[in-house]
């Protein structure tokens, strides 16, 4: 089955190139990286250009700027049908493509464990699971979200469903992508780490408690939770109706 490995970027000049070699040595030569790029104001398309891979096609974002949007984007050229997520600054061990791809022979979803890293990538800690408890269910990941877009891995048929993404800033894509699979298909967590997560000043997502107030904390799990449940209602009813 063809791979299609989507990575949004934006300023990634420092660390891209590492995290491309580490994917592509993985990759066949009949897989993809496809890359969406939100207007990098530094050399970022040079240095992806600089690999000279044609497995790596890079597209621009056109819509709203941003880290969901941009993912969109680069998950609209995807042909392959096994999709994996990818952040710019990663670094994936070997094996990860591998194994997940079997585990995706049984499952719909796949998120792979990781070391946390600082810039340099010293491991500050062996398991990034550990940090949040990661694990599957809805209701578990509303209350804390545990499904993080850089260890997620699924089948074409998830995406088929996920887009469009919603449009509320309160539901982020990778959760919105899980909570997706939970629904229609089955998740599998995978304890063993498959990626060093490089922690940097430039890094978008952070590992972090939120600092967000009690009230917009209710707010945001209010919104995920009425957008699960009308996601839910909106696929039993096109069941039924088949």
């Not at 464990?113 to 500050?124: A, P, Q, R, Y």
């Not at 699924?154 to 539901?171: G, I, M, Q, S, T």
């Not at 939970?182 to 430039?202: A, C, H, Q, T, W």
């Amino acid at each position: 089955m063809k791979i299609s490995v989507c990575m949004a970027t934006y300023n990634g000049e420092k660390y891209v190139q590492e995290q491309l070699k580490s994917i592509l040595v993985q990759l066949k030569d009949t897989d993809e990286i496809i890359i969406s790029d939100d207007h990098s104001k530094d050399k970022t398309i040079d240095m992806i250009k600089n690999i000279n891979d044609q497995r790596i096609h890079i597209y621009y974002n056109k819509g709203t700027k941003g880290f969901t949007a941009n993912f969109e984007n680069a998950l609209r050229q995807a042909t392959g049908e096994i999709i994996f997520l990818s952040d710019q600054d990663d670094v994936w061990l070997p094996g990860k493509v591998e194994t997940v791809v079997s585990k995706l022979q049984q499952y719909d979803l796949v998120v792979t464990n990781s070391k946390v890293t600082d810039e340099f990538l010293n491991v500050t800690n062996d398991s990034f699971f550990s940090i949040f408890n990661s694990g599957p269910g809805i209701f578990k990941n509303i209350m804390y979200n545990t499904y993080y877009g850089y260890s997620m891995a699924f089948r074409k048929k998830v995406l088929d469903y996920a887009l469009p993404f919603p449009k509320n800033r309160e539901v982020a894509f990778d959760i919105w992508i899980g909570f997706v699979s939970e629904i229609i298909g089955k998740v599998k967590f995978i304890k063993e780490p498959f990626v060093l997560y490089r922690r940097n000043s430039d890094t978008v997502t952070t590992i972090k408690k939120s600092n967000r107030s009690l009230q917009g904390k209710l707010y945001k799990r209010f919104i995920i939770m009425k957008s699960v449940i009308l996601f839910f209602f909106k696929v039993k009813l096109k069941i039924i109706n088949l």
